[in-house]
């Protein structure tokens, strides 16, 4: 019964030791071809595993009794390949490379590419020496781990500069499309793979992410059309399961979101090379719209919507996308500029929810007065470290919390209401813009709530440039006042106090005076014309003929000249004296009222009815 029971459990770990090494197999050509007296390079891939990667690399040439080892990344050579075998180990990618220089007709034969003794893990390979001038091209081998991501170069010059470019897969009958510049995409790589256009005429990439076992095969990259016209190459693509994660990275295929919610998207770089960009961008049938990248750049529609958090220390940067809407729905890739960095895409779906996070988004506030934006959290983020930030299109560096900062903001948090407080003394115009509430947990970044801050009553410089010779004193103002701005001594919202009230004093003062003037100008207009007017009163006025000569004949008559008449003293008003005319010597010649000229007419008048009345008695 214990033997019985000893044979079953051997029997068991051989076949759980069968299936790990059918998950890491290794993967190589399997025939080259080299030139006599030439060279010739082999790539065998490995699974990247920790003892893989430190493991004993080899080359050897099979024969009937064994496989004779030629060099070996321990440092061995055989005799015979001193000076033209070299091996190269790089561990990172997975990947050895053995090179065959010199080549001789007794090199033709079998070999195999392996990794520790006893041929633990190996594949074979037939090497084949021509004495020809040409060598057959072979196919490209490309050895990716699940999940993971691959990028391929297609070359085929500038006489295919217009033609049309294609990734296709080989079945036993045909070429299936997986993608093309015509914007055709097979609906089992949506969103998995994208072609871009090189510098060069005829060049392209194909980038592939989130590869799986299935997409192991024979693919055709060509310019024109298959099987008609053209060129191809021909690629061999391998995607194997690697049992543990080298660097502890998980990709992240599916991301879920809730309309106006928010989303994050971790990216993964190798912190070692030589990376100066890295970039979001979202798929497209024909092309990857980029949204935010390292320096700076944020596509316009997505300002204040977008932020991208990067840390070298563990080669990764965060990308956080909020406001989500429907459009929003897609597949979003991560890239860098670095030949030998994998793309990821990630899958963006909108669902059904509400985000957890929650507050106004959107004030309008008066200068000069004081704010507190809140943002109520969840009892799941209870243990979550909690930051206030301003939106930046480079960063959104969290505030300082339950202190003053240089800004005059003070972030609180109430764990009993659960809620999570940006409070401003006094808003500025320079406070206007977005800000971000948002969660971080063992230094991921969470969900996050963006608030929209506007500024009423903020200072506005006028775009008109100001007089020289009238404007002076006030232009000189203004720019003492920008000054005491800059240096902190004088508030923005105290000088566009003053300015206001010096425009509204202006504008009240300006119509009064020119009002003022008007009034002034009419009435010295209607004085002038009254005493014109005064000084032309004629006889004729009256309608009567009288003539100079009917005054002559009023004089001969006896008619006295009231104007050459002595004044008179006039007694007081309600006393019965008659007017007493007196003459003396010295004269005194008392006040007179001054007759004006229509007076004077009238007495005329009156004189010239009376000599007349009298001539006519006379005659009579």
């Not at 956080?320 to 500029?337: R, S, V």
């Not at 963006?450 to 004193?473: H, K, T, W």
Request: hydrophobic letters at 30%; aromatic letters at 10%; proline letters at 3%.
């Amino acid at each position: 019964m214990t033997l019985l029971l000893f044979i079953f459990l051997l029997a068991f770990v051989q076949v759980g030791s069968a299936d790990v090494l059918a998950s890491s197999s290794m993967l190589g050509p399997r025939q080259v071809t080299g030139l006599l007296h030439g060279s010739v390079t082999v790539k065998c891939f490995y699974p990247a595993t920790r003892v893989n990667r430190h493991d004993r690399k080899y080359w050897c040439k099979q024969s009937t009794r064994q496989c004779s080892t030629i060099v070996s990344s321990n440092g061995y050579i055989s005799r015979d390949y001193e000076g033209r075998a070299t091996i190269t180990d790089f561990p990172d990618y997975g990947l050895f490379t053995v090179e065959i220089s010199g080549l001789r007709r007794n090199d033709i034969g079998s070999y195999k590419c392996g990794i520790g003794i006893n041929d633990k893990l190996f594949f074979k390979v037939k090497l084949d020496v021509s004495q020809d001038s040409v060598v057959p091209e072979e196919a490209q081998l490309f050895y990716i781990k699940q999940q993971g991501a691959v990028t391929i170069t297609c070359d085929f010059g500038s006489q295919y500069g217009t033609a049309r470019k294609y990734l296709c897969r080989m079945t036993e009958t045909q070429c299936i499309t997986v993608i093309d510049t015509l914007g055709n995409v097979n609906s089992s790589y949506k969103g998995r793979v994208l072609l871009n256009y090189n510098e060069a005429p005829g060049s392209f990439n194909i980038f592939m992410t989130q590869l799986k076992r299935r997409d192991s095969g024979l693919y055709l990259c060509g310019a024109g059309r298959y099987g008609t016209s053209g060129e191809t190459k021909e690629l061999n693509i391998h995607v194997y399961e690697e049992p543990l994660l080298s660097n502890g990275n998980i990709e992240q295929p599916l991301v879920k979101g809730v309309l106006d919610g928010s989303v994050s998207v971790e990216c993964y770089y190798d912190p070692k090379g030589n990376i100066t960009l890295k970039y979001l961008c979202k798929w497209r049938q024909n092309g990857c719209t980029q949204l935010i990248n390292s320096y700076g750049d944020v596509l316009d529609s997505y300002e204040g919507r977008i932020v991208m958090h990067d840390n070298p220390e563990n080669g990764s940067f965060t990308v956080i996308l909020n406001q989500l809407q429907e459009n929003d729905a897609g597949y979003y890739w991560c890239m860098t500029d670095g030949e030998q960095e994998k793309k990821s895409s990630t899958e963006l779906k909108i669902i059904a929810g509400q985000p957890n996070l929650r507050g106004v988004n959107e004030f309008n506030v008066v200068a000069g007065s004081p704010l507190t934006m809140t943002c109520s959290y969840p009892c799941k983020y209870y243990s979550y470290s909690k930051y206030w930030c301003k939106w930046k299109n480079t960063a959104c560096d969290p505030l300082i919390s339950h202190e003053q900062n240089q800004t005059g903001l003070v972030v609180t948090c109430d764990q009993d209401s659960r809620i999570l407080s940006l409070n401003f003394d006094q808003v500025t115009p320079t406070d206007q813009g977005w800000y971000w509430c948002g969660v971080k947990h063992e230094g991921h970044y969470g969900e996050t709530m963006a608030v929209y801050l506007r500024i009423q009553g903020a200072f506005q410089r006028s775009e008109d440039a100001p007089n020289a010779e009238s404007n002076n004193d006030v232009a000189l103002s203004k720019t003492e006042r920008k000054s005491k701005i800059a240096a902190g001594v004088e508030s923005p919202v105290e000088s566009s106090a003053e300015d206001n009230n010096s425009k509204v004093l202006l504008s009240v003062l300006i119509p009064l005076a020119v009002m003022f003037l008007l009034l002034a100008a009419i009435f010295a207009f209607v004085k002038f014309r009254f005493f014109k007017n005064s000084d032309r009163v004629s006889v004729a006025s009256y309608r009567t003929n009288i003539s100079m000569t009917d005054f002559e004949n009023a004089s001969q008559y006896g008619a006295k000249n009231n104007a050459c008449m002595e004044e008179s003293h006039e007694t007081q008003l309600g006393e019965m004296n008659e007017y007493a005319i007196t003459s003396g010597s010295p004269k005194q010649e008392p006040k007179t009222t001054k007759r004006g000229s229509k007076e004077e007419a009238e007495m005329a008048y009156s004189t010239f009815l009376l000599n007349s009345e009298s001539i006519s008695a006379t005659n009579s």
